[in-house]
């Protein structure tokens, strides 16, 4: 089959879970990480034995509030991150980035940047493997070396994790606990099914506008997923439907700002505008 054929299989198309059960291929991984087989049927279900604790999972919150959490998914990278800096940085709004632990070795300094212009970084896995291909030894190794490659660079594990294109499996959930993660998910995105063009400026700034409502988390991307350090190079096609969420980005942030929406943090959004963190008990003053 060919590398789109392949890729698609692999999750990073348009397959759902159910559909890259099984897989067989050779995929080239970073450079320092070298080439291997990947085989076998994972059935994505938790190991066996006692589980303890739990884990959250946010798609939004629901709240009144005209609240929103802007998320970046894929960072650092040369193409795309330094200039979503400074589109946020012109509306002085934060945003949250979820960060691919194979790039954030590669470039600290794009990291630093992000933490010192008052974002929040969370961890979007180590190799951007989807969770449906990989063993549940490899789901807690991508998620746990995530999360150890940012705390390398800003002094701390991040609080959320967000699992490669949405995938939420029984393994995703159980590494995600383990390594004391929260889940963040999305609610609003650049296509929520309307098969827009992915070179459609106005379209998807359209989807975004249409889509958007109190206690969002909106996704957009400033990298391209595993094209970014494979050794085959980017993926064109991720390239264009990057560069158009980009160029859509000022004026969604113009239009949301003008609804009169805030910009939160992940973080914020959960805890002041949710029902709070994991354990606290409402209270009377918690009401009205
Ligand atoms: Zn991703």
């Known amino acids: 089959m060919d590398r789109r054929t392949f890729l698609r299989r692999a999750g990073i198309g348009g397959a759902g879970i159910a559909a890259v059960a099984a897989p067989v291929g050779t995929y080239a991984l970073g450079q320092h990480l070298g080439s291997r087989q990947l085989s076998g049927n994972y059935s994505a279900s938790v190991k066996a034995g006692m589980i303890r604790g739990g884990v959250n999972v946010w798609w939004s919150v629901s709240t009144t509030d005209k609240v929103l959490a802007l998320t970046f998914d894929d960072g650092p990278t040369e193409q795309f991150t330094d200039e979503v800096l400074d589109v946020l940085a012109r509306y002085e709004v934060p945003a949250t980035f979820f960060l691919i632990g194979e790039l954030v070795e590669r470039r600290p300094d794009h990291v630093r940047r992000t933490v010192e212009a008052g974002h929040e970084v969370a961890n979007h896995t180590f190799d951007h493997f989807s969770a449906a291909i ?61 098969g827009t063009a992915i070179d459609d400026v106005d379209g998807v700034l359209r989807n975004y506008v249409d889509g958007l409502h109190e206690g969002a988390l909106v996704i957009f991307h400033d990298g391209i997923g595993r094209s970014a350090f494979e050794l085959t190079g980017p993926d064109e096609e991720l390239v264009l439907a990057r560069r158009t969420e980009i160029d859509a980005l000022p004026g969604v942030i113009e239009r949301y700002l003008a609804e009169g929406y805030r910009f939160v943090t992940t973080t914020e959004l959960i805890d002041e505008h949710g029902p709070g963190p994991v354990g606290r008990t409402a209270s009377a003053a918690d009401e009205g």
């Open 134 to 194: 990989q063993s549940p030894d490899e789901v807690r190794r991508t998620i746990e070396r995530g999360a150890d490659a940012i705390a390398e660079v800003v002094g701390e594990r991040p609080r959320w994790f967000r699992p490669v294109r949405g995938e939420v499996t029984g393994q995703v959930l159980q590494a995600a606990a383990e390594v004391g993660h929260d889940v963040a998910l999305w609610s609003v995105s650049r296509d929520p099914g309307n």
